[in-house]
């Protein structure tokens, strides 16, 4: 079994900041790749940003300059700070992580339950 949770979602003004955070738990041995994805209200899921296990960082287009992707390898989480905040990044958030499970040693894909951001003034 492995779980991911996300917190730090809310409303906040644009131009304001939020830090997302994402913390993975259950039968986990190693974890690859960990990103954040959102999906906006009537637009399909998107990935934001993602991280490789050493620090290999991606971003979409539309985030970059804005959002940071860091990661706790020791306590199997992911963050997500961003700043700038515009009325178009308002959508709910997913942590995602490609997991190699114990003691199956299998390999696979998560994902959290999302939270919601929403960038109103």
């Known amino acids: 079994q492995v779980q991911l949770e996300e917190s730090g979602g809310g409303l906040v003004q644009p131009g304001g900041s939020l830090r997302l955070s994402c913390a993975a738990s259950g039968s ?8 954040w994805y959102r999906q906006a209200p009537g ?3 998107e990935l934001v940003a993602s991280i490789t296990k050493g620090g290999v960082t991606n971003y979409a287009d539309s985030v970059k300059g804005r959002f940071t ?26 942590c995602n992580a ?24």
């Open 69 to 94: 992707i860091s990661r706790d390898n020791a306590n199997n989480k992911v963050y997500l700070q961003m700043t700038s905040l515009k009325p178009e990044d308002t959508a709910v958030y997913y």
């Open 28 to 35: 986990i041995l190693n974890i690859y790749t960990m990103g």
């Open 43 to 45: 637009k399909e899921r």
């Open 98 to 121: 490609d997991v190699l499970r114990t003691p199956t040693l299998m390999r696979g894909d998560y994902w959290g339950q999302g939270t919601r951001v929403t960038v109103s003034s």
